[in-house]
């Protein structure tokens, strides 16, 4: 009798998991689907690069870009968040900003660097393979201080990406900069410097944990209505302004980590 009854738990408990894998709640899809549409348009950059269209190769990057920041939260708001998950968004994110800058860059300039243009692109997506793996090691650390959740290590995967193909976004408005934003040595520089940003351990601004005064509403309401009409009227400009805007935001990131590092110790 005991040998039946185990025969019975054992195969209800194959029936259950069977019906888990053959039944998957559709909210719990939304995520991974916004990350897939993520990587198409990574992919369907490096087409249009290819194909020197750079308007396009540009947008499709940026698009990538958004719905990169939506699959988490809309992961965290369906409580959706899985472990596939994660793994697919980093694999996503490589793709999208790491393979695929990289040979919009080279396409557009680096092509016409001898032996040394495909080494700096390499070097950017080898420094984006490292920051994302350095990230999802991060995820399973539980001895950060209060403090580190408000800095990412490193510049974040969509951030480098518009970092890099921010002389780009310039000449779309300012054609005339082509001759100094173009040139093989400002690039190959620039794909240098952004990859080390990435390994590096510098902390620089997280907006996830950021909260806005209720007397900011009406102001915050006003910028983003502003930002909404210059991205309207004047897109690669707004673009361009603010990649800018970050870039100088990370030396001041820098400060303000140092000063709530400071703090914290003389809290202890």
């Known amino acids: 009798m005991r040998n039946i009854h185990k025969m019975k738990n054992i195969n209800n408990r194959i029936l259950m998991s069977k019906q888990k894998f053959k039944e998957v709640p559709f909210r719990k899809l939304v995520p991974n689907m ?7 348009s990574g992919v369907t950059s490096i087409r249009y690069a290819i194909s020197d269209d750079w308007v396009k190769a540009v947008l499709c990057i940026f698009l ?61 997506a080898m420094g984006m393979a490292m920051r994302l793996a350095r990230f999802n090691t991060m995820l399973e650390a539980d001895d950060q201080p209060e403090y580190w959740s408000h800095y990412f290590v490193g510049v974040p995967a969509p951030a480098a990406a518009a970092l890099a193909i ?34 590096s351990r510098i902390p620089t601004i997280s907006l996830k944990k950021l909260k806005v005064q209720t007397y900011m509403m009406l102001p915050l309401m006003l910028f983003v209505v502003l930002f909404i009409h210059f991205m309207i009227t004047q897109p690669w400009l707004t673009l361009g302004i603010m990649t800018g805007i970050y870039a100088l935001s990370i030396p001041l990131g820098v400060i303000k980590f140092l000063y709530d590092r400071k703090k914290a110790k003389q809290a202890r």
């Not at 916004?34 to 198409?40: E, G, I, P």
């Not at 660097?113 to 950017?124: A, D, Y």
Request: hydrophobic share 60%.
């Open 64 to 124: 990538a870009a958004l719905f990169d920041g939506l699959d988490g939260r809309v992961a965290r708001f369906l409580k959706a968040s899985s472990k596939f998950g994660a793994e697919l968004d980093s694999l996503s994110d490589f793709v999208s900003f790491g393979v695929a800058p990289a040979i919009l860059i080279y396409q557009w300039t680096l092509f016409d660097l001898p032996k040394f243009g495909w080494f700096f692109c390499l070097l950017f």
């Open 34 to 40: 916004l990350t897939m549409m993520a990587l198409c």
């Open 166 to 199: 921010m002389p780009i976004l310039i000449c779309f408005h300012f054609p005339q900069a082509a001759d100094v934003l173009q040139s093989n040595a400002f690039c190959g520089i620039l794909m240098f410097i952004i990859a080390f940003l990435m390994v």
